[in-house]
Each structure stands twice: as C-alpha cells, then as structure tokens.
C-alpha cells in the first residue's frame, strides 16, 4: 500500500543568523547543540532544541522505510513564517526555504513533496513568492492559522486564495501565533489547548466568510485533525442557526455544507475520534499525517489506523488516496 505522510517539517540545517541580516530581531537561527542536534535561537536565547531528523533528508527517509511510508510532504516549521518582520525581509526568508525544499524534492523526487512558505503580510508579494515557488515545482502553500491577527477570512486574502486556484497550489493551515498564548504559558497549554483552538479560528474565519465559496477550487487542509472545529460543530453550527444576526452576517449557509469541501489530517492520537471524524467526513477528506520529527505529532506513523479494523479501501484513502487528490497528484508519480 502506498503512504505518504501529509504533515510534516523539516528546516535547512545551515542557515543565516536573519536577525543580524536584516538589522532586527524575531527571527529564528540555528546553532551547534551536542552531536546530532541543534538549538533554535530566537531574540538571542534558547527557543527549542531540534535533532538530525528535521534537516537530513536521508535520515528521515530510512526513519520513513523503517516504518513502510514512502512519501513525506514536507514545509518549514510555523515559526519560521516571520508575518510580523517586514514583507521584503519575509519574502528572503520564504524564498531561502523554498530553495532548500525545492532542491530536496529534486533529489529525491519519489520520497518528497514541497509545500513553499510566503510572506502572508502582504499579500501581493505572497503571490509573487508563490509563483515563484510554483516554478520550481512546489505542490502548496502552507501558511498560519492567523496572519499576524488577522484572520484567514479577511478578504485581503482573496487574491492570494485565487491565485492558489489559478496556479493549482494546495494550501495547508497549521496553527501559530496562538491566541491567548501569554496568559496561558504553563503547561504547555498554548501547544494543548492554544492549537485547537487556532485551527477552528481559522476554519469557521474561513467558512463564515465565504471563502470556499469564493474559491471553490481551492484544496485547503486543516492540520491536527482540524483541530476543535470538528469536535465542536454541533455548537458552532447552532450558534450559527440561532444568532445568524451575529455568525451568519456574511453567509447564510450551514456549516456543515462544507464538510466535504477541505480536508483533515489524522492527527488525533485517538481512534475514537477518529472513527467520529470520519463517520463526518469519510476517508476520501482524511490525510494521514504525523507532525513529524516533533514529539507531540503522531510518530507512530499511522499504526494505530491499521488497528481500527477499517475497510482496506478507507484506508488506502486515508494513506494515500486522500493526499493525492488534495494536492492534486497521481500516485504514479512515485513509482
């Protein structure tokens, strides 16, 4: 059976300290750490320690073969989006990262598939960065749950989304810039509950705007399982049919009419609600994923799924048929 992971990140393991490059601080550098790791450094102290695994690409393909996955879609990590540095400096900065991708991707072609990063900030330079990354053969776009504040409804956005349509580019959301993080910093909440939350933001900003409606072209996959959108539906969608005064102001269609118009991952670390996921959306809108190299994604590699005593066709989707029609590729371009 083909596998292909749909949510994973990997970094360029030697890159400029950007603070220094572009004169101010926020952005995120790498230095030694003990033998097969590194520190992320940002504003000049520790942020995160990562190993071998989110830079050396035949590392992460042995990890893969050990694990019989033959495919990994692969974008920066979210940190690195820079949405709060200048357009032009962010702009550098996505296009040092698509390069380092691209150039994966064409080594190694069967194993890889590059989502490019852009400087969502400003949107017509995002879609020139776009473009530009369409050109070397990046398959999306992976871009925030939230644009420095704003929220991925807005409809500042509207050109970049078309210009996803025209250029064929899926995009993939992934939370940052947690809401409510600065209050909640202990116990990890802003990973726990901050992410979630972020994902659902992102979903119903998106929904009660009308952006898919816009844009019904547009593939849009929502990280971790969706996050708290799925699992909360039933309120969103009453607060939606009760209150349309204050939901339903820029579109008037249920929330539920567009659970076959984007797609998950099964990040959920729990077959349970998997099962529910997918009694919702059926296996066709559910991508495996893992998060990988990081400990809080699902390093299992979809193991659990196979335990779940599902039909072999739902998991053929949930393993590759579902990915591949998200990021509108056949499987043969890996054989």
């Known amino acids: 059976m083909l596998k292909i992971d749909s949510h994973t990140h990997i970094l360029p393991r030697v890159m400029p300290k950007w603070s220094e490059k572009f004169g101010y601080e926020g952005f995120v550098h790498l230095e030694d750490s003990r033998p097969g790791f590194a520190n992320m450094m940002k504003d000049g102290g520790f942020f995160r320690e990562i190993g071998s695994n989110c830079w050396d690409a035949e590392e992460r393909i042995e990890a893969y073969a050990a694990a019989g996955v033959q495919v990994q879609v692969v974008c920066t990590i979210p940190v690195m989006f820079a949405y709060n540095a200048k357009a032009r400096d962010a702009a550098d900065l996505s296009r ?3 390069t380092h ?3 994966l991707v064409q080594d190694h072609p069967r194993h890889y598939v590059g989502l ?3 400087p969502m900030q400003d949107p017509d330079l995002a879609i020139s960065v776009l473009e530009e990354a369409h050109a070397m053969g990046h398959k999306g776009v992976q871009i925030g749950s939230n644009i420095h504040g704003v929220n991925l409804g807005d409809t500042r956005f509207n050109d970049f989304y078309a210009a996803c349509e025209r250029l064929d580019m899926s995009v993939f959301i992934h939370p940052w ?3 409510g993080k600065k209050d909640m910093e202990k116990y990890w909440l802003p990973w726990l509950v901050g992410m979630p939350a972020e994902t659902s933001r992102a979903a119903c900003s998106m929904i009660f705007a009308g952006v898919l409606d816009r844009h019904p072209k547009l593939r849009v996959l929502f990280s971790h399982a ?23 102001v820029d579109n008037a269609k249920a929330p539920s009419e567009y659970l076959g118009k984007f797609w998950v991952d099964s990040i959920t670390h729990d077959p349970r609600l998997l099962r529910y996921i997918l009694e919702m959306k059926g296996a066709s809108r559910i991508c495996m994923g893992t998060d990988y190299p990081f400990p809080l994604g699902d390093l299992e590699f ?5 335990e779940m005593s599902l ?20 499987a043969s371009a890996f054989d």
């Not at 039909?311 to 990915?323: C, I, N």
Request: charged share 20%; proline share 3%.
């Open 96 to 98: 040092f990262l698509n």
């Open 101 to 103: 991708i691209a150039g």
């Open 177 to 179: 810039d947690m809401m």
């Open 116 to 118: 490019c990063s852009v």
């Open 311 to 330: 039909e072999t066709e739902d998991l053929e989707q949930l393993f590759a048929g579902a990915v591949l029609s998200w990021l509108g590729m056949e």
């Open 226 to 248: 969706g996050g708290a959108f799925l699992p909360t539906l039933g309120r969103i969608e009453h607060g939606h049919r009760c209150r349309p005064d204050l939901v339903a």
């Open 302 to 306: 979809g193991h659990f799924m196979e």
